[in-house]
Protein backbone atom coordinates (compact mmCIF):
# COMPACT_ATOMS: atom_id res chain seq x y z
CA UNK A 1 0.00 0.00 0.00
CA UNK A 2 1.27 3.60 -0.92
CA UNK A 3 0.01 6.16 1.31
CA UNK A 4 0.58 9.54 -0.08
CA UNK A 5 1.10 12.63 1.35
CA UNK A 6 -1.67 14.72 2.15
CA UNK A 7 -0.68 18.39 0.10
CA UNK A 8 -1.36 21.07 2.07
CA UNK A 9 -3.35 24.75 1.10
CA UNK A 10 -0.79 26.97 -0.53
CA UNK A 11 0.87 23.79 -2.34
CA UNK A 12 0.71 24.96 -6.13
CA UNK A 13 -1.24 21.93 -7.03
CA UNK A 14 -5.13 23.36 -5.61
CA UNK A 15 -4.65 26.62 -8.12
CA UNK A 16 -3.86 23.94 -11.24
CA UNK A 17 -6.79 23.05 -13.59
CA UNK A 18 -7.43 19.26 -13.33
CA UNK A 19 -8.00 16.98 -16.44
CA UNK A 20 -11.15 15.56 -17.80
CA UNK A 21 -10.50 11.25 -17.76
CA UNK A 22 -10.92 10.24 -21.64
CA UNK A 23 -9.08 6.97 -21.21
CA UNK A 24 -10.16 4.44 -18.60
CA UNK A 25 -7.61 1.99 -19.17
CA UNK A 26 -4.52 4.84 -18.26
CA UNK A 27 -2.35 3.24 -15.84
CA UNK A 28 -2.15 6.71 -13.92
CA UNK A 29 -5.83 6.67 -13.63
CA UNK A 30 -6.16 3.53 -11.93
CA UNK A 31 -2.96 4.04 -9.96
CA UNK A 32 -4.66 7.54 -8.82
CA UNK A 33 -7.77 5.75 -7.58
CA UNK A 34 -6.31 3.05 -5.59
CA UNK A 35 -4.20 5.86 -3.88
CA UNK A 36 -7.26 7.74 -3.17
CA UNK A 37 -8.55 4.81 -2.21
CA UNK A 38 -5.60 3.79 0.51
CA UNK A 39 -4.82 7.65 1.53
CA UNK A 40 -8.74 8.00 2.63
CA UNK A 41 -8.36 4.94 4.70
CA UNK A 42 -4.97 6.01 6.59
CA UNK A 43 -5.94 9.81 6.95
CA UNK A 44 -9.35 8.88 8.60
CA UNK A 45 -11.37 11.04 5.64
CA UNK A 46 -14.85 10.47 4.55
CA UNK A 47 -13.83 11.92 1.14
CA UNK A 48 -10.61 12.92 -1.20
CA UNK A 49 -10.10 14.52 -4.34
CA UNK A 50 -6.99 13.88 -7.05
CA UNK A 51 -5.31 17.25 -6.31
CA UNK A 52 -5.54 16.37 -2.46
CA UNK A 53 -2.18 14.06 -3.35
CA UNK A 54 -1.10 15.34 -6.86
CA UNK A 55 -3.43 14.00 -9.12
CA UNK A 56 -4.13 15.87 -12.17
CA UNK A 57 -7.62 13.99 -13.17
CA UNK A 58 -10.97 15.27 -12.00
CA UNK A 59 -11.75 12.20 -9.65
CA UNK A 60 -12.40 12.08 -6.35
CA UNK A 61 -14.08 9.44 -3.63
CA UNK A 62 -16.20 9.28 -0.51
CA UNK A 63 -17.23 6.99 1.84
CA UNK A 64 -19.33 8.35 4.94
CA UNK A 65 -18.22 5.67 7.86
CA UNK A 66 -17.42 6.04 11.56
CA UNK A 67 -13.49 8.16 11.58
CA UNK A 68 -12.15 9.69 14.28
CA UNK A 69 -14.33 13.14 13.41
CA UNK A 70 -17.87 11.65 12.08
CA UNK A 71 -20.20 8.99 13.42
CA UNK A 72 -23.01 9.01 10.87
CA UNK A 73 -26.34 8.50 11.24
CA UNK A 74 -26.19 7.26 7.44
CA UNK A 75 -23.31 5.46 6.34
CA UNK A 76 -22.45 4.93 2.36
CA UNK A 77 -19.74 2.97 0.82
CA UNK A 78 -16.65 3.34 -0.84
CA UNK A 79 -17.48 5.26 -4.24
CA UNK A 80 -15.45 6.41 -7.00
CA UNK A 81 -16.58 9.46 -9.47
CA UNK A 82 -14.90 10.21 -12.40
CA UNK A 83 -15.49 13.63 -14.36
CA UNK A 84 -18.36 14.56 -11.96
CA UNK A 85 -20.65 17.12 -12.11
CA UNK A 86 -23.46 18.29 -9.90
CA UNK A 87 -26.42 18.83 -11.63
CA UNK A 88 -29.21 19.85 -8.43
CA UNK A 89 -28.80 21.85 -5.59
CA UNK A 90 -31.52 21.99 -3.03
CA UNK A 91 -32.36 25.41 -2.12
CA UNK A 92 -33.16 24.19 1.36
CA UNK A 93 -29.58 24.82 2.72
CA UNK A 94 -27.90 23.32 5.84
CA UNK A 95 -25.02 25.32 7.98
CA UNK A 96 -22.60 22.55 9.33
CA UNK A 97 -19.08 21.96 10.23
CA UNK A 98 -16.00 20.52 8.04
CA UNK A 99 -12.84 20.17 7.88
CA UNK A 100 -10.22 19.00 5.65
CA UNK A 101 -6.88 16.64 5.37
CA UNK A 102 -5.47 19.79 3.17
CA UNK A 103 -5.97 22.63 5.77
CA UNK A 104 -3.39 21.77 8.70
CA UNK A 105 -3.91 18.30 8.41
CA UNK A 106 -7.51 18.23 9.31
CA UNK A 107 -6.75 20.04 12.78
CA UNK A 108 -9.41 23.03 12.14
CA UNK A 109 -13.25 22.80 11.44
CA UNK A 110 -15.43 25.65 10.70
CA UNK A 111 -19.43 26.16 10.06
CA UNK A 112 -20.03 26.42 6.14
CA UNK A 113 -23.49 26.73 4.51
CA UNK A 114 -24.36 24.16 1.71
CA UNK A 115 -27.11 22.86 -0.04
CA UNK A 116 -28.73 19.60 1.67
CA UNK A 117 -29.51 17.95 -0.98
CA UNK A 118 -27.59 17.58 -4.78
CA UNK A 119 -27.23 15.07 -7.35
CA UNK A 120 -24.55 14.12 -9.08
CA UNK A 121 -23.80 12.83 -12.41
CA UNK A 122 -20.25 10.81 -13.17
CA UNK A 123 -18.51 7.96 -14.18
CA UNK A 124 -17.42 4.89 -12.37
CA UNK A 125 -13.77 2.89 -12.74
CA UNK A 126 -15.52 1.07 -15.60
CA UNK A 127 -16.46 4.72 -17.84
CA UNK A 128 -19.79 4.21 -16.93
CA UNK A 129 -22.01 6.91 -16.44
CA UNK A 130 -24.49 7.08 -13.14
CA UNK A 131 -26.22 9.86 -10.83
CA UNK A 132 -26.66 9.69 -7.41
CA UNK A 133 -28.76 11.64 -5.25
CA UNK A 134 -27.11 12.91 -2.00
CA UNK A 135 -28.40 14.43 1.15
CA UNK A 136 -26.71 15.41 4.75
CA UNK A 137 -23.35 14.90 5.10
CA UNK A 138 -22.55 12.71 1.99
CA UNK A 139 -24.31 15.71 -0.27
CA UNK A 140 -21.59 18.10 2.18
CA UNK A 141 -19.31 15.67 1.34
CA UNK A 142 -20.00 15.59 -2.70
CA UNK A 143 -19.80 19.95 -2.71
CA UNK A 144 -16.73 19.60 -0.44
CA UNK A 145 -14.68 17.48 -2.83
CA UNK A 146 -15.98 19.03 -6.27
CA UNK A 147 -15.21 22.28 -4.26
CA UNK A 148 -11.44 20.68 -4.38
CA UNK A 149 -11.91 19.70 -8.24
CA UNK A 150 -12.43 23.23 -9.30
CA UNK A 151 -9.73 24.55 -6.89
CA UNK A 152 -12.12 26.13 -3.99
CA UNK A 153 -11.02 25.18 -0.44
CA UNK A 154 -13.71 25.26 2.13
CA UNK A 155 -12.07 28.03 4.06
CA UNK A 156 -13.38 30.32 1.64
CA UNK A 157 -16.91 29.31 2.15
CA UNK A 158 -16.94 29.32 6.14
CA UNK A 159 -19.75 31.46 7.40
CA UNK A 160 -18.51 32.10 10.71
CA UNK A 161 -15.01 32.60 11.37
CA UNK A 162 -15.75 33.11 14.76
CA UNK A 163 -17.37 29.68 15.42
CA UNK A 164 -14.00 27.76 14.27
CA UNK A 165 -12.49 25.48 16.32
CA UNK A 166 -9.71 23.09 16.49
CA UNK A 167 -10.36 19.62 15.40
CA UNK A 168 -9.93 18.45 19.53
CA UNK A 169 -12.57 21.07 20.51
CA UNK A 170 -14.59 20.32 17.73
CA UNK A 171 -14.67 16.20 19.09
CA UNK A 172 -15.31 17.66 22.00
CA UNK A 173 -18.47 19.21 20.94
CA UNK A 174 -20.09 16.25 19.46
CA UNK A 175 -19.37 14.15 22.86
CA UNK A 176 -21.87 16.86 24.39
ZN1 LIG B 1 -10.95 18.85 1.62
Redesign the pocket.
Known amino acids: MIIKDLKQIGDPHFKQKLNLVKDFSDSELLGLVKDLKDTLYIHELV?L?AN?IGGSFRVFVTEVRKTKFRNPLKPDPLRVYINPEIIYYSEEMEESYEG????AYSKLFAPVIRSNKIEICAKNINGKEFTLEAEGLLARVIQ??VD?LNNIE?IEKVSDWSKAMSSEEYRRSLLS
Open positions: GAQCGSVHEHF
